[in-house]
């Protein structure tokens, strides 16, 4: 299958993804979205902080998750189609990724939902699954990010915990997307010393 473009780079390929989350459980893609819409997006996720729209992240589902700063430390905005021009494009990348997902694994993806997550230096997210006990729609994990010029002593890396293997450290550079198992993969985040952008989201089922 060949890999579809966004934005003039090339996304993840059919073969890449039937490897990555049937074998392994995770896979990274470079160069996801283009650096024009890469700093868009962090521009928008910036000011939304700057504007105060941005909420403490919390814990649990549910209508009111408990803020736990000792667990999770990003700020997090939901995002909705009509946001912006870069909002709408990034999610219209989405809706293709879904299909493709559904084409090739038969996951019955139905939705996507997403959202910014800005990390403060010092913030962290300890290691949890993205599936909630009372609600099994989550049912593959994206992360993308939105941070120009990452060096490794800026910490902040996503951390993935395999069944069968050492753990693997995905640092977040621009334009660089890791997907994974929402119901299967421990992860975390390592803190940060520089404030980390990324938008977070997870493609549903029916429960």
Known sequence: ??????????AVPGPS???????????MQEHFI?????????????????????????VGSGHAPLLQPDIRGD???WLETGRSSACDRYLEHMETLRRM??????LGLEEYESHFALYAPGAFYRAHLDRFR???????????YLNDDWLPEHGGALRLHPHDGEHVDIAPQAGRMAMFMSGEMLHEVLPTARERLSIAGWFRRRG
Do not use: Y
């Not at 299958?1 to 090339?10: E, K, N, T, V």
């Open 17 to 27: 993804i039937v490897d990555g989350l049937c074998h392994a459980g995770w896979l």
């Open 101 to 106: 997902l559904n084409r090739e694994l038969f």
């Open 75 to 77: 700020h997090i905005e």
């Open 134 to 144: 009372d609600d099994d729609k989550r049912t593959v994990s994206v992360v993308l």
């Open 34 to 58: 283009s650096p024009e819409l890469s700093r868009q997006l962090a521009a928008e996720c910036v000011q939304s902080m700057l504007s105060g729209k941005m909420k403490g992240a919390g």
């Open 1 to 10: 299958m060949p890999a579809i473009s966004f934005d003039g780079a090339l």
